[in-house]
């Protein structure tokens, strides 16, 4: 693992679930790599949020939710994969107790790249 790791939560426990960080890696052309294991309780959900320094993709390993992008919603489930850009906004909410891995590509990779915007899955 990268020494950045020393420098963020290993795992977390949120009001949403939990997260678990996995893997921090470098590669010789400079790309940077984070990857996390997310388990989202049924019904609930993370943010509706924007990154300015990073792509995500996100692979649904078990479980349901809905996943918006860019005011687009869709249904998702095991097997599915989310390729989520820079400057995409985007949330998710778990139907079911949603288990998912979230590879973050670019640099730098920190908690600090996330600006939240106002969305109510209620609407």
Not at 55 to 68: I, N, P
């Amino acid at each position: 693992m990268d020494n950045t790791a020393t420098q963020r939560p290993m795992y977390e426990e949120r009001r949403w679930g939990t997260y678990q960080v996995i893997d921090l890696s470098t590669y010789p052309d400079g790309l940077k790599t984070l990857t996390k294991k997310i388990v989202l309780k049924a019904g609930k959900n993370i943010s509706y949020q924007i990154h300015r320094h990073r792509d995500e993709v996100w692979t649904f390993a078990d479980g349901e939710g809905l996943l918006k992008i860019d005011g687009v919603v869709t249904h998702v489930q095991r097997g599915d994969v989310a390729d989520i850009k820079c400057g995409q906004k985007h949330s998710i909410k778990a139907i079911t107790d949603l288990t998912f891995f979230e590879v973050q590509l670019g640099d730098p990779l920190i908690e600090e790249d996330i600006e939240r915007l106002t969305y109510d899955w209620e609407d």
